[in-house]
């Protein structure tokens, strides 16, 4: 019995010490399932979630960078493992456009040029990408 416990007790404090930003082991008194629900309505944070874990995006607006992650296409403000099924979130740049003249524009909404509305799209940035490459 005793060394399941201290295998326990060094998976927490070395082999495991990357997964704490996922707070599922710190937050014993709450299931990890219960965060799930709550996250699309409140949006803002107002739950009790660690302050390291990425946070979700519900529209893009204005980012510039965003974490995709690659199983539900959810986009997060970092990067980190997704609150949903724990995948391994991707890096995305992000290029607002009007569809129009195909030029660059600010933030999503309406292009300041016309009245269309400007196009997002998001691009996987390789590990070795350049962040000045327009
Ligand atoms: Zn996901
Ligand atoms: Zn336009």
């Known amino acids: 019995m005793r060394v399941l416990i201290v295998a326990l007790a060094v998976c927490l404090l070395a ?4 997964q704490q930003r996922s707070a599922d082991t710190s937050t014993a ?23 390291s874990a990425p946070k979700m995006i519900e529209a893009l607006t204005n980012q510039k960078q965003v974490f995709e ?11 980190g493992t997704c609150s949903m099924d724990g995948a ?5 740049r992000v290029d607002y456009t009007c569809p129009m ?22 691009t996987a940035l390789a590990a070795n990408a ?5």
């Open 130 to 134: 350049t962040p000045g490459k327009p």
């Open 15 to 18: 082999g495991c010490g990357a």
């Open 29 to 51: 008194s709450a299931p990890p399932a219960a965060s799930a629900p709550a996250s699309p309505a409140g949006g803002a944070g107002t739950q009790a979630v660690a302050a």
């Open 69 to 79: 992650c690659p199983k539900c296409g959810m986009d997060y403000d970092a990067a």
């Open 88 to 92: 391994e979130l991707v890096a995305m």
């Open 101 to 122: 003249d195909h030029q660059p524009v600010a933030q999503a909404g309406h292009c300041p040029r016309c009245a269309m509305n400007a196009r997002v799209e998001k």
